[in-house]
């Protein structure tokens, strides 16, 4: 199988010698010409996955309720307020909680700065038209550090899967990192190379995982909790990051690739299938807490959704509504927050962190 971009990877393979997980992924997604969020359309029915906002507005709505709550919670400021989203992909959250915020707290839109963080130049496009409402609060930077200081509120949904892993092989002399390289028919295969791990990162008790077994490592989400968890801790305000994953800290190769809704081999269509891999939350949560700021807790996002309200809200937008729609409207609030094969209420989990310490509903841990 080849495409454009698996013919670059295996020049750059002969030319370099074999390549990390980590280059391979970026290169997956991020290659100026071929890579997947630079050329592709990935979301909705058409695409290869929905994601939460694309499957509701509940999802937006709610996270707009948060979002509201927070900055009460924060004494209600006014002066530099940012409301900040990293990867919008089309910008329907965003249009969501902007529509409730301007409902439920106007002082906060009057005042709020609206900044999406997106790398991609193609879905910048998409999401200017559909904030095209809201053009004047809107702008648009290509890295968190460039957003404006303040207060800020910010949102990521489905961005920390997307930011590159490492792997790592247990073989009879450890630990060792895997690789992408070519195997005899000139195809792309996964291989293992020299470097090894600090047994120290591994989770307890190592030693007694079968070979073969799989850990992974994401000093690049690390970077970026990092900066924005020490951005929260000097200006105020509070974070919510969604993505499917684990709240504990576990083996496992969870390096995914999805075409057309299916899954795929996660090396078979280099450009052209989203490659992705499970967010571990613990591993989050301890980058947060060592730059000083407050882990709210961390739900699964059925118990979340389910606590702010949505089954309510659900109610209210059914009413009165012929009986296909609120069918619809059920079955949304089920994908959402059920649980179960193809739901998103277990698997995906909502982590909360602020600066200064602030109780939010609907987490009942502070520590
Ligand atoms: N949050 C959206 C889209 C999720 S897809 C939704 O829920 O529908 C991932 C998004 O993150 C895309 O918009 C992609 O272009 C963007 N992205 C990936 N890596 C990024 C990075 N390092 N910085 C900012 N955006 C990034």
Same mark, same amino acid.
């Given at each position: ?16 010698? %074999?390549?990390?997980? *980590?280059?391979?992924? $970026?290169?997956? /997604?991020? +290659?100026?010409?071929?890579?997947y969020?630079m050329?592709r359309?990935?979301?909705g029915?058409?695409?290869d996955?929905i994601?939460?906002?694309e499957?509701?507005q509940?999802f ?17 400021p006014?002066?530099n ?9 089309r ?7 902007l ?7 106007p ?7 609206v900044?999406?963080?997106?790398t991609?130049?193609r ?6 038209i559909?904030?095209e ?11 968190f550090?460039?957003? %404006?200081?303040?207060? *800020?509120?910010?949102? $990521?949904?489905? /961005?920390f +899967?997307a ?9 009879p002399t450890?630990f ?20 090894t ?11 007694h ?16 909790m ?9 200006h ?27 899954f795929?081999?996660p090396?078979?269509?280099p ?11 613990e ?5 947060a807490?060592?730059?000083?700021v407050?882990?709210n ?14 089954a ?5 937008l059914?009413?009165d ?13 089920d ?17 909360a962190v ?14």
């Open positions: 199988m080849t495409t454009p971009l698996s013919d670059k990877i295996k020049n750059i393979i002969r030319h370099n010698g %074999p390549l990390s997980i *980590t280059d391979y992924f $970026a290169i997956c /997604l991020a +290659d100026p010409e071929h890579g969020y050329t359309e990935p979301f029915r058409t695409g996955f994601t939460a906002p499957i509701s509940l937006g709505e709610m996270l707009g309720i948060f979002m509201v709550h927070a900055w009460q919670q924060h004494g209600s006014l002066e307020v940012r409301l900040v989203e990293i990867g919008p992909g910008g329907t959250l965003m249009l969501d909680m529509r409730v915020i301007s409902k439920l707290a002082q906060l839109f009057d005042a709020a700065h900044h999406l963080v997106e991609s130049e879905l910048r496009g998409v999401q200017r559909t904030l409402s809201y053009s004047a609060k809107v702008s648009w930077f290509g890295d550090e460039e957003v %404006p200081e303040g207060f *800020t509120l910010l949102i $990521a949904n489905e /961005l +899967d930011i590159p892993i490492r792997q790592f092989v247990k073989t450890g060792r990192e895997r690789l992408v390289t070519l195997d005899a028919n000139d195809e792309l295969a996964f291989g293992v190379g020299v470097a791990i600090d047994p120290a990162v591994l989770p307890a008790p190592p030693g995982e079968p070979e073969g077994t799989i850990f992974e490592i994401a000093p690049a989400r690390q970077a970026v990092q900066t924005l968890s020490e951005r929260l801790r000097h105020g305000g509070t974070a919510a990051i969604i993505d499917y994953g684990t709240m504990v800290t576990s083996y496992g190769d969870t390096l995914q690739a999805v075409l057309r809704h299916q795929d081999d090396l078979a269509h450009g052209e299938a989203d490659l992705t891999s499970h967010v571990d939350f591993d989050l949560a301890k980058v807490r060592a730059s000083g407050q882990i807790g961390c739900l699964r996002q059925g118990d979340f959704l389910y606590g702010l309200g949505i309510e809200r659900a109610s209210r059914a009413k509504k012929p009986f296909e729609q609120q069918k619809l409207i059920a079955a949304a609030v994908r959402l927050a059920g649980e179960g094969a193809g739901k998103m209420g277990e698997l995906f989990k909502v982590m602020s600066s200064p310490n602030v109780p939010l509903a609907p987490f009942r841990k502070i520590d």
